[in-house]
């Protein structure tokens, strides 16, 4: 069930659904900052939940807020999507992120040393337990996560009784800052000077998802590795080298 071709089904199944229903229903963007720093990986969803940072706290206050309106009123319909480290862009080249300013995200960052806008990549943290040690997340292809949402709706909207549930669209697969430099490297034949620096506060050492759930009850799982995800994040960068700005007076 993939995104290109499934999106009239799900607008189907949508226009199926009463309005009432339908507006008693939502897809609640969360976060795997949710899973703060986990005591043991794969997180599970019912894994218990914690924030690093203030930004992991709007994500546990508003899950929180999901699932006491549901309770309250038991006809609606809530999914939380955990998204782990969404990355990469479409495979054409012409939709990605640009943050503005300087970004805050590995990816974007890597995508503006390569493009030459930034002379390194600032890498936090080398003391992490873990094989390279730098710290390990768990990225997925954005196209991925697209998809993902489209599986939520469509148990949402096939599911009265659904109440509130959280589901990981994250790969599995977990993979150091130094991996995906190595693979972002690869994939656009440019060198990434690094620049070894303290850690960040408010990262954990390591998460990645156990996608089980998602797989059993959502009938999805991601389909890209992490070379997919940094040809495509480079393919935008390529032809996009300052995003949606023309030049390099607005960045
Ligand atoms: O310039 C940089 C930026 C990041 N990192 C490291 O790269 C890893 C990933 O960082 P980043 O891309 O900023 O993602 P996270 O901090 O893991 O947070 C992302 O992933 C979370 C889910 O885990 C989401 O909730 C957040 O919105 C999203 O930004 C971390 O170890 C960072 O320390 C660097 O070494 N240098």
């Known amino acids: 069930?993939?995104?290109?071709?499934?999106?009239a089904g799900t607008m189907n199944l949508y226009s199926a659904m009463t309005s009432t229903a339908a507006r008693r229903s939502i897809v609640f963007s969360s976060s795997a900052t949710v899973y703060g720093q986990p005591e043991k990986t794969p997180c599970v969803e019912d894994s218990k939940l914690s924030a690093l940072n203030p930004y992991g706290t709007t994500k546990?206050?508003?899950e929180n807020y999901f699932r006491q309106v549901q309770a309250a009123d038991p006809e609606m319909r809530v999914i939380l999507l955990r998204y782990f480290n969404p990355i990469g862009a479409h495979r054409s080249g012409d939709i990605g992120e640009d943050p503005r300013g300087i970004p805050n995200n590995l990816l974007p960052y890597i995508q503006q040393v390569a493009v030459g806008r930034r002379p390194e990549l600032n890498v936090y943290g080398v003391d992490y337990p873990t094989r390279d040690g730098t710290a390990i997340r768990d990225y997925i292809h954005v196209v991925d996560l697209a998809d993902g949402h489209i599986a939520a709706l469509e148990k949402l909207f096939a599911t009265p009784d659904i109440g509130c549930v959280a589901y990981n669209l994250g790969t599995g697969c977990g993979t150091t800052v130094?991996?995906?430099?190595?693979?972002?490297?690869?994939a656009s034949g440019k060198k990434i000077p690094i620049k070894i620096c303290p850690r960040r506060p408010g990262d954990c050492t390591e998460v990645y998802a156990s996608t089980d759930k998602a797989k059993k009850e959502l009938g999805w799982s991601a389909r890209f590795g992490i070379e997919d995800m940094c040809r495509d994040q480079w393919n935008w960068a390529k032809k996009n080298p300052y995003g949606y700005s023309a030049n390099a007076e607005q960045n």
């Open 1 to 7: 069930m993939y995104y290109e071709n499934n999106v």
């Open 178 to 186: 130094l991996e995906v430099v190595k693979a972002f490297e690869e």
């Open 60 to 62: 546990l206050v508003l």
